[in-house]
């Protein structure tokens, strides 16, 4: 009976040592996910910026080219 004791033991801390690891690597794998949320809001906001940026530009260039047509026809 204590072979069998013994080994039941062995197998209970083996299983607790894989339940453990387990636990860490989804642990780890939940620190990936918010680290790539976090990722794409910063890619979020700068898409943000740069589609103002854009605009703003493509403002400007338009004021431009209007005015030099008003130039060019006078």
Same mark, same amino acid.
């Given at each position: 009976?204590?072979?069998?004791?013994?080994?039941?033991?062995?197998?209970?801390?083996?299983?607790?040592?894989?339940?453990?690891? &387990? #636990?860490?690597?989804?642990?780890? +794998?939940?620190?990936?996910?918010?680290?790539?949320?976090?990722? /794409? =809001?910063?890619?979020? *906001?700068?898409?943000?910026? &740069? #589609?103002?940026?854009?605009?703003? +530009?493509?403002?400007?260039?338009?004021?431009?080219?209007?005015? /030099? =047509?008003?130039?060019? *026809?006078?």
């Amino acid at each position: 009976m204590s072979g069998a004791l013994g080994r039941t033991e062995t197998a209970i801390q083996r299983l607790g040592s894989a339940i453990d690891r &387990l #636990e860490a690597a989804a642990a780890r +794998v939940g620190a990936g996910d918010l680290l790539l949320a976090g990722e /794409l =809001r910063d890619a979020r *906001e700068q898409h943000a910026a &740069l #589609e103002d940026t854009t605009r703003v +530009v493509s403002q400007r260039l338009d004021g431009a080219i209007t005015r /030099l =047509r008003h130039l060019l *026809e006078a």
